[in-house]
């Protein structure tokens, strides 16, 4: 039977697995995988590994074990059953003042894989719409396995628990739901039903729970040789070593720790710094640092003179990294669409004009809205989708999707088919995206809204879904293109719709139906107007009426196809959820959008997909499909901003733009658009984040909302303006990025576009960096040993050796260099200050002789020098004394 108590429910979070410790989980139905290296002889036997066979998962019992409170007959045993017509059937508080839980007891110990949440028959303001979940042996000692949301429908739920450290099993008996926020601010939470899938299997479960012990008991007998050492306790620390045979740190660690601490010898220090990292044991800390962005004007604006694109935004670029050169085709000026095709050749920053009109040398016909995508190996460009104006569209020869290739060599372009979707690819697109794979040599294209010949609103309602192209003797690499978004659209049932009309944003790639009545919404959800009518890119009225049955009709999206060039082939891998019907009810379908991110890993095999919009909805999700095994894996359903305690995700928006290296794993996007609930216009910003596959974390390292309004770019600025609509290119090879034009969004002049080139340069701290800071806190420890015994030598190494390393045109090291000074002469103050500053516990020994206290600062010293290395070759970073309660 179920207990209930007003216990504060705090989640004790000691001595647990780093692999678990702190990330959550992406949300629903996500694969997480975990970084730290457990598997070295710190953690477990060579002969101890995971059983090589496939387990079916099974539905897991289980009971209540307690929970925070219950109201009225809203007992926590209602969860028990799936009753979504019964608005009885649920577990609801009888507050929403956390914490507020639920504890369920496993009826046995088992691998807990995944969570589903039933719902009521309607949408409810009482569910979850932020909670979290944790799991463990022990009541008292649990970790954090999921953090989510639920939507707030009658659909149920299911997401992935963590369960697995470096592919070991994580055995829980208990777990604890926490509410955090429900759909209505002010509302209790209710939770209506939980299902428990996983393993229960004893032979997988045992295993699991053995070395989950001696994990733990292997962990505590670290955090104690630590302290023992870091005290000068070695009798007690020798003796635990020996009875237990447990290594407290790699043998290079060791060798340091004597050296320093014990010996005092700073210059070995020095010296296996030096060595450590000529063998690249630094790398992981580098990896691990924010970038800084440092941005270079290519062109400046007002040079008027050079020849070099004008100013657009809707185009498209792609790069060739191996031979340095930027290839710029099409996009909207503001009037038009542009046929003109660039090179920009790096070295010699000289732009070469290669056709003024490519339809009249054969190629692709003006257009904007389109994507590109470059073949390196080949040297080829393709290039597939545009967008038609819709008193064109009745024309149906004007509706076929072309499809282009250029070769670089001949400078010759060839009309591979007049219609893609007539040899089972994609119809005629745009807003999509697409990128090659060259080893393959296979294009994969995604998403994008479908034009059709019907008229301009029923045009809207179609939309393309996700195709792969291999192309034969042709290939492309990129996917950054100019997508569209539909910012609003009426119901077209309402009388109030009774003026209502169409604008094509190019730059955007936004469609807009604006109503009198929709003219705040429009404007909220629009671009600055230009005009008031909507038209954020300055782009035509088309002035075309919509029909209410054909405004209300439902949107459609492309799915995923692949071309394979060799034979020129089409095949259709993933259709979208909505209609047409997938045509391989056993294949799952994808969510297709507009507005989208998509990026092609080689190594990994796997494309990359992120954000979006379909329809009125702006996503923020973000997932992975393996184009060998046609599996996905969703790394963010964007149910929440924040993935971990100090990490974030982009907001949603438009047109950003997105590069990936995969020598790095890192994906950079640049955002355009951005989506701001709190107010009544679109924001005009640009921010920079990396995200980390192998960690699957995010970073934002730049961010610029401050915008020019006097209707003209100042060649001064020290960075790019906000903007949207703009391109960027990323060279693998030398780590450089490169943006042209776009849109600046101002409400005074909206035909405006740019064309100012810049070049962005990513910078984290360097090898030579870190190796002076590491010296000179080695110099300041020797200057502060010297300063209590022999304060003129000590002013002598103060002014040569440590003075060396100090920049000191940098005010901030400036100061703390003059600072030092004050050792010479106020020792016993200062000394106290620094004892202070240095000792991290809260507890110092009663009693210490002067031998303790130089051990116990040079070991702090070692502790910080030792977070450079790689965690599996460090001591515990947790302290003894910081797990006791106060």
Known sequence: MASCSSGDGVVNKTMIPP???????????????????????????????????????????????????????????????????????????????????????????????RITFGKFEKTHVCNLKKFKVYGGLLEENLVELLEGGLKNDSNPETFDLKHEIEGYSFPCRYLKIVPLQSWGPSFNFSIWYVELTGIDEHEIVQPAITRLS???????????LKHLREHNYLDAFESLQKKTRVQLEHPLMTELYRTLVERGDYVAAERFLDQSASQNLFQDYFTRQDYKASWNLLCP??????????????????????????????????????????????????????????????GPSPRSCHKICLDPERRQIFTLGRYIDSHCRPHRNLLKSDFYVYDIETNKWTLITEDTGSMGGPQL?????????????????????????????????????LFAFSVNNNGSSG???EDLVQLNRGSGNDNQYQHQFLAHVRDVGMQVIVGDALEAQAAAAAPPPAGGNGNGRGGRSDGGQTSPSSANSELSYSGLFAYHIPTNTWSLLRCDVGPPNNPKPSRPAIRSRVGHSMLFHPALRKLFVFGGQRSKEYLNDF????????????????????????????????TQRATIDPDLNEIYIFSGLSKDK???????????????????????????????????????QAEPCPRFAHQLVYDHVNKIHYLFGGNPGRPKDPKLRLNDFWRLKLMRPSQDDLLRQCKILLRRQRFEELALRDPLNALVYLQTCLSELIDHSDPHQTKEFQRLTLLLFAKEEEEGQQNQDMVTDDVQPLERTDEDELILRRSQLFD???????????????????LLPL
């Open 214 to 224: 001696a994990y733990r008991e292997r962990e505590a007998i670290r955090v104690c």
């Open 479 to 481: 996917g950054d293109g």
């Open 429 to 465: 697109v745009f807003d999509h995206q697409m990128c090659i794979d060259s080893e393959k040599r296979s294009i994969y294209v995604f998403g994008g809204r479908i034009l059709t010949g019907q008229n301009v609103t029923e045009s809207l309602n179609v939309n393309s879904g």
């Open 19 to 113: 692999g678990l410790s702190s990330t959550a989980a992406g949300g629903a139905t996500t694969t997480t995988t975990t970084t730290t290296n457990l598997l070295n002889p710190l953690f477990f036997d060579q002969d101890q590994s995971p059983l090589n066979r496939i387990v079916q998962s099974v539905k897991l019992q289980y009971a209540i074990h307690k929970c925070s409170s219950f109201s009225s007959t809203y007992f926590p045993e209602n969860i028990l059953e799936d009753r979504p017509q019964d608005q009885t059937s649920r577990w609801s508080s009888d507050s929403n003042t956390p914490p507020q839980y639920l504890i369920l007891k496993l009826h046995r110990v088992s691998i807990a894989e």
């Open 623 to 654: 997932f992975g499909y393996n184009v060998d095994t046609d599996e996905i894996e969703v790394i963010s359903d964007g149910q929440k901003q924040k993935v971990t305690s100090n990490s974030y995700t982009p907001t949603a928006g438009f």
């Open 301 to 362: 604006d007002d040079v008027n003179t050079i020849l070099r694109p004008g100013m657009r935004g809707g185009h498209q670029m792609c790069i060739d990294p191996f031979t340095e050169i930027i290839y710029l085709f099409g996009g909207w000026d503001g009037h038009q669409d542009l046929a003109d095709f660039w090179s920009f050749h790096i070295p010699t920053s000289q732009w070469t004009l290669i056709s003024a009109n490519t339809e009249n040398e054969g």
């Open 678 to 716: 709190e107010n009544r216009h679109e924001n005009v910003q640009n921010s920079f984040w990396v995200f980390d596959i192998i960690r699957k974390s995010w970073s934002c390292i730049y961010k610029n909302d401050v915008g020019n309004d006097s209707g003209s770019w100042s060649g001064q």
């Open 864 to 882: 910080k020098l030792v977070r450079f290395f790689p965690e599996s070759m460090t001591q515990p970073k947790i302290n003894l004394v910081d």
